[in-house]
């Protein structure tokens, strides 16, 4: 038994917000030249910003499309266009926005806002670099190692070293990125060897996806200095991303066999994937709304898992595209206080992170349920897909039930798609039974960071412990009452009839 | 990097583009509406990041 990929219509999901970025950077030159720009961005930036303009306008549409169809352009003519809007109203910018401009509480935020469209310079450098002219920043571009310029995949940094060293950018010949740091002129160009031993221009690894490729870059977001960035701040991060480039490949194999619809789509849209050390940073992996086809990944050392966690960060990019086309919660309830239980967290969560998950989870069970019916499956990743088929039914069941709960914070498309996630959700809970996996029954295994997969076991006798247990644990462990008894008695309906 | 099959004309995007020319009303209006057009009618912000879960040997 399959069960069928749900697809998104016939059409790329980065195609409309590109696009969006595109004309909100016109309109962002258009309102710098009115009388109406805040009085706080000197006509120095103004008139910059405008010849930066020009200059993306007169180079190859490929160029540009290759600079601009990147995580970070959208990120930053989001933020540009909504710090703008504020600025105009007199008002302060959205939370989102302020910490991309890298604010701190308390600070002031203009100056940070001349400081970020003074960034445009970097879209202008990756573009010249893309059709191999000329381009000069004056007066230089103020940059800390290392970072990227957007979509070419170059780092400049010291050898090695995520040291933070101060240059100044002066864009490019069109083969060699030009800077100054102190007195001292480089022209670093990545496709010789002859890089100064202060800064070196190399390019990051990529991994193959059809014909397509993806960046494993993690400078990509150097530029911003906000929390995500802040976990990549090892030297050997960028050695990190070589190390790993392999598992990351093998997981994108195994999607392809086992997910291909979702590979189809996946190659098209994924841009960007950094690889972490799982332990770094206090998160596991990350996908931010501002950020489209960008994730942040920690190494698991078993491609099956690895591929289960591209699937599921994928799936929030993809809700996030969702969302922008038309909202499906009620914005009033976007911030609402994290009151929800989630058997995948250990903290409450708020309605947007359950419906997220709700969403994620579809297509990751249907993943291992490909993955399960494949008869030439290894023992113990067949008792550990069966694990996930049965944990993770049980969690659908949970976040559709939370879900469920805040029904009134959906828009009307909002709940059309909750109406139809909560039959997908049936139909994935009866395929177990078809597939005669039962939770009460089934051995619970886990997957350490090493790739080994090891069973779950109760501390005081080291039984090994089924899949229902684990799950009940967790909820008898986290959920507050009165939701904890209702949620209990909903699962052991389910596993202990 | 590339993914394009539908290339981006800047040169195209002058104020008589549709989008172009609402998203210029909308910051050169005086109007105080609530957010910007970005957001609203468009996609709220937001972050979603795993944190790790009670894993192995469970104390029953």
Known sequence: MTIAARSLPAQRLDDGRASKAAAALSAIDVFLRSNQTPSFIESSVRDEFHYNIGFLKSVSPQAFTRAWRTPLAYLFSRVCYESLHAAGRAKTPNDAALEHLGVQYGEDWQPALVKFLRKLNLFCTAAALNDGVKFSISPGLHCETPFTIPSTGLTIAKENSSEVQACTLFGTDGRSVLLQVGSKNLSLDPESSSNDSTLCCSRCPKLDAGEQQILMQPYEISLLRTENSAVLTPDNILDFQRNSRQIFQAALQVIQIYAPEIFAELKDNLQVIIAKPRELGGITNVSDSHLPGLMIASLLAEPYELA???????????????????????????????????????????????????????????YWAAVYEDEHLSDHLKSYAADRLARFGLHLKIFDAQV????????????????????????????????????????????????????VTASSDGRHLNVFEVVNHHIVSHCPEPRRTELLSMIEANCLH | MDKSNKLIELSKLTVEDEVVKSFVEELESATDSEEAQWTQPFAAAGKMSGKSITKFDIDL
């Open chain 1, 308 to 366: 289960d966690t591209i699937i599921h960060e994928y799936y929030h990019n993809r809700l996030f595209y969702l969302d922008e086309l038309e909202p499906l919660l009620i914005k009033s309830d976007n911030g609402s206080s994290a009151d929800l239980y989630s058997p995948a967290r250990d903290d409450l969560r708020p309605i947007l992170g359950v419906w997220h998950a709700l969403y994620v989870y579809l297509p990751v069970f249907r």
């Open chain 1, 404 to 455: 469920d709960l805040k029904h009134e914070a959906f828009t009307e498309a909002g709940d059309k798609l909750r109406r139809k996630l909560h039959l997908e959700v049936e139909e994935c809970f009866s395929h177990l039974a078809a597939m005669n996996i039962h939770p009460s029954a089934l051995p619970a295994f886990e997957c350490d960071d090493d790739g080994s997969i090891r069973p």
